[in-house]
Each structure stands twice: as structure tokens, then as C-alpha cells.
């Protein structure tokens, strides 16, 4: 295999939020069919929430991708932290309204109820645990008029957990959660992304064993996985070039190798 | 580019790492199996040492108790045994061969202290004498030899009659006696000692010559009256003599003079008819 081989594999696995790379699991397309579904039916807010690395932000630029082909959806992938200026956004992007000055709550609910839409737009903001209490509960009385539908991602970790709860149980609101992969879902995922890039001697590498050694350092999270997978293959071109492969085999991936990436990520503390 | 080298070391002591814990707990487990083991096979070796040692002592006992190496022991002695009778011919032989030639030579020289070699040892020393007298036959002087071994003979002789002969020595020791008193009275009759006719009457008297004790012991009185045991014998003889009132008179008389206890003594067993 030339080293072109193990760049590309490398390259593969760089973390982008790209709704191409997107890769197709059974577990992760129910969730994603129960999703659309869910804008589908006259919910006001729709939480989706994981911890991080568990492709809430893939789940929700594959949703913007899909969707705005059928209907206006507008996706903030980073936080507008001042009131104001998430205002002045929102009456831009959904109303098509400029404001030069400042646009308070009042000002941004009246423009809602002036407004003419013909379809109820979908917002889709990431990273929503950035927002403050403040905001997140003014963001619930827009939705409240439903005249604008919101797709929000939290991460979830004991804390946020938590708030969420306390800040969405009470409202009719579809939370779904997104989780880690098991180990086969993990070794679909792989060979998935290696082959939808061309990479197919690389995807023939990744045996059950050396899949579940990936599993055991990343616990089935994409992101981390991605991280090593790209270590690895980093690893493989830095071998290939220096002609150090024949001792290490390029049949299935090497333990050895898995281990060094790990300890280059910082999965293994060594 | 990525420093594969400096990664390979940090992989390297990663691995170091992770297989210490479970060398500590293979050695760990080790030692505690081989602890164990030990233990149990502490006990087993013991009884088997002791059922080993049982297993030792009874075949050492049957070893003692064996009666073959006894046997062959008793063959070794026999064999020892008829063996020297066997090297005797050759010296017998040997004796007339060349006593033949050399008759004239007469010179010997002192060999007594062979003699009394034989007379104490035991065959298995005869050996050695014989084995000493065959370097002098080898030598030039064979005459000696033949003079020791003639000796030899003598000897032997000497003592198979002596052996066959042993009741008579009783006989021998009779006449023994008999020349004493003869002897003793010879110096009685130059010295007229009391002490010595005394002797002879007692040894007359132990001989049953009950008539010459009694003479002697008369003799003896007239010499010296105060002797008590010259009377004590001339009682006995005239008690062995039939003269028992006589012998009684004699001892009253005496016991009268002398208040001799043994006398005393003497008269209540003749009285009683305890001596006879």
C-alpha cells in the first residue's frame, strides 16, 4: 500500500461537521427517521442531547441539509451569546427585517406577530447549554407562539443533565438522546467512512479484534474515534515513508500502533 | 510529521507498565501455589520417608536376618579351615624329601617361641608359621623346618593325650599327695617338727588311712599336748577306727584341760551320731 493510501484513510477521519460524511448506522437512522418526524408534528422545541462526541452536531447539519430543501430552516452552529444581536439575527434570517439599533424581546415578539409566514420555520441551534437561562427561556416563549419551531443540542453531561430537566420536563417538548456506539456499530462506522472515501484496503484492516481494541480506548464515541483513526493512519504514513511497515504488517491494523495513537491523543496516559 | 521514535518509547514504557501487575500476580500466584504445595506435600514426603525408612530397616533386618551371607561366611571359614590341613601336606612332604638329602645336618636353631605359638593359637596362626617355614624351605637351611615340623607333630601328640588322659590327672594328683606326705615325713624325721606330723596325720586322714592319722596324731600329742587340732583328729581316727567311747573318753578328757570349742563341738556330733 503507497502512503497515499494511508493519507486519504487519515484524512477521512478528520473531525468535520459534514452532513457527507454522515454515515448511516440502523440505531442512528431510527433516531434520525424519529427526528424528522418530530418537526413534522406541532411540537414547539425538540431537545436532542448526548454526550460530547456522540454526533449531535452531524445529527443537526444532516437535519439543516435535508430539510432546507422542503422548508426554511435556518441553523446557528455557534451560540449568539448577546440577546440583542440573537434577535437581530433571527428578524434577518426568518423575517428578513434589518434592525440598526438595539432589538429588545418586545420589539423581536412584536415583528413575530406582524409577521406573514406561509410555513413555520425551524431554527436549529447547537450547542445550546452556551445560552443563558435568560435567553433559553425567552427562546421557549417564542417557540410558546409557534410561529418559529426550535431544534435545540445540549450536551449531556450529570449537571446539564439536570438542567435540562428542569428547564424542558414540564413543557410538551421531544427529547431525544444520542448515544455512544457499541462496538459492531463501531466497526460499521469505520469501514463505512473508509469506504465511502475509496479507501478499501484500509476498511479490510479493521478485524473484530482490532475494532474492539478502538472500542475499549474510545468507548464507542465518534469523535475520539475519529481522533485515534486519524493518529493511526498518521502513524501508518509516518512508517510507510521511513519503510518500517514490514516489520509492523499491513493485513489488520496493528495493536502496537493502536496503542501509540492512543498515547499520542491522550487516550492512554503513558 | 509524527515522532514515531519518542512514541515508541512512551508505547514501550506504557507496555512495561501495564505487564508489571501481571507479573506481580503470575509470581504472586506462583508462590502461593508453590507455598501450598509445599505444604501439602510436606506431609506425604514424610510418611513416605517414614514408610522409606520403615521400608530400609526391614529390609537391613532381613539382610541381618538372612541366613545366606551367614552361610557363605561359614563356607569362607570351612573353606579357611580345610585349607590349612592342605597346606600341611606340602610341608610333610617336603619334610621327607629333604630330611632325605640334608639328614646329616643336625645344627637347629631355638624356634621355643614357635612353640608356644602353636600351644596358644589358633590354626589360622599355623599359617603364618607354616607360610614362615616355607621362606626357610625356600631358603638354603630346609633341615630347620623339617626339625620344627617334627616338633610340631610331638606337640600335637602331646596334647591329644593330654586331652584323652584328663580323668587320670586325679590319679596323678593322688600320688601327688602321697609323695608329699612321704616327702614330709622325711622332714618330720630330721626335725621332728609337731606342725608336720600334725600335716601328715590330717592328710592321712583325708586319705582314709584312718590307723596312720591316728598314729600321727598321737605322735603329735606327745610332742606338743596343747595342739587342738591334733586332738580333733585323733578323735575323728578313733571314731573311724569303731572306737567311739574311746574317742569320747579322750575329747572329755581334753575338753577337761584345754575347754577347746571346736573339741566341744566335735564331741556332740559323735555323741549325737551326727559324724560317724
New interface residues.
Partial sequence: MSSSIYINSKNVFLDTVNSKDYVQLDRVSTIYQSLKDSIKKPLKMILLYGKPGTGKSMFLTKLYNDLSSSQVVHIYETPILDESEFYKTLAQDIFSTKYSGELNFTQFMKIVENSELGSIPVVLLDEAQLYSDVLMEKIRLISDTRTIKFVITLHKTEKEDLIAKEHFQTRIWESIELENASSAELKIYIQKKLMKANCFDSANMFTGKSVNKIYKLTNGNYRDTNKLLY?LF??YS??DD?Q?LSSIGTTQVSN?LI??SA??TGL?N? | ??N?RD??E??L???I?SYIPHVIITISSLVIIAIISIFLNSGDKIEKTIVVNEKKVEQEIKQKIEPAPIKQKIVQVEKVIEEEPVKEKPIVLSKSTISSNDASLKLTPSLDFMKKMQHSSLPYYQEETQQQANLYNNSTNSAQVVEEVQDLDIEESVQASTMEEAPKTVTISRRNTKDDIRHIIKRFKKNNNPALSLFIAKKYYELGEYHKAYNYALITNEIDREIDASWIIFAKSLVKLNQKEMAIKTLKKYIENSHSSSAKILLEEIVSGKFK
Avoid: F, G, V
Fill in positions: 493518529a498518521d502513524i509516518a512508517y521511513s518500517q502496537k496503542e501509540m498515547i499520542h492512554i503513558a | 510529521m509524527l514515531t512514541l515508541e512512551r508505547w514504557r506504557y507496555k507498565k
